[in-house]
């Protein structure tokens, strides 16, 4: 089966810095790779996603990059504020459909002010 | 509009008890996914939903899990015989077609087996 390896676990930044968080998968047919920000207490958000036929999409401050061949992908947010901090979560999907998802262990991101 | 809800938000329960967690998708979303939340961990998926079809149940953790969903809407998660190990946040999600869409999350049950 598919699995997700998120690193890193904890991040700190300092506000206005870019952060990077890094995902590998396992299963080559995957082919839908979401992304969701949990804030503390809340439900997970979809922020951005990218379909495997895609090698980079942006959103605002947001960007996510895709490396097939290294089943590898990574979120990108530039210009960082303190609302960025959450738990960030990749997935993979896991069938055809892409809606079957494993989920990466999630990174913490701090914003420090 | 409205999103996703859940009930109860938290349940406490002994070990052993049979527990009932209750969803209600977003009107109009065919898929509905359960997910399991372990403290500071990822998501884990358990069962998907797609409208009338056989439910895709490779996730559940063991035969004390099961899961309904009558047609389009509700859909009750239960657990039998509740083991400390199942101590978690259970996660319900929809989507509108279940091909490559957002899932909106409702905001979970906190499940605590004492």
């Known amino acids: 089966g598919e699995n997700v390896e998120q690193h890193p676990s904890t991040l700190s930044v300092q506000e206005g810095d870019s952060a990077v968080i890094k995902c590998t998968y396992s299963?080559?047919?995957?082919?839908?790779f979401p992304w969701y920000k949990q804030e503390l207490g809340k439900r997970p958000q979809l922020i951005i996603d990218?379909?495997?036929?895609?090698g980079e999409k942006k959103d605002q401050r947001i960007a996510v990059t895709l490396n097939k061949t290294a089943k590898h992908f990574s979120l990108h947010i530039t210009e960082t504020q303190p609302e960025d901090s959450a738990v960030y979560f990749c997935?993979?999907?896991?069938?055809?459909?892409?809606?079957?998802?494993?989920f990466g262990g999630g990174t913490r991101l701090m914003v420090k002010p | 509009g409205a999103g996703v809800s859940q009930s109860p938000s938290n349940k406490v329960t002994e070990k052993g008890k049979d527990v009932e967690l209750r969803c209600d998708p977003i009107?109009?979303?065919?898929?509905l996914y359960w997910y399991r939340q372990r403290l500071g961990q990822g998501l884990e998926f358990l069962i998907y939903?797609?409208?009338?079809?056989?439910?895709?149940k490779s996730g559940l953790p063991s035969d004390r899990f099961s899961a309904e969903r009558t047609g389009e809407s509700v859909s009750t998660l239960t657990i039998q015989r509740t083991q400390q190990e199942d101590s978690a946040v259970y996660l319900c999600?929809?989507?509108?077609?279940?091909?490559?869409?957002?899932?909106?999350f409702g905001p979970g049950t906190r499940l605590t087996v004492l």
């Open positions: 939903f797609q409208g009338n079809s056989a439910p895709d």
């Open positions: 009107s109009g979303h065919t898929a």
């Open positions: 999600a929809s989507s509108f077609s279940g091909f490559m869409d957002t899932q909106y």
């Open positions: 990218i379909r495997s036929n895609v």
């Open positions: 299963d080559s047919a995957s082919n839908y």
């Open positions: 997935a993979a999907s896991i069938n055809n459909a892409g809606n079957m998802l494993t």
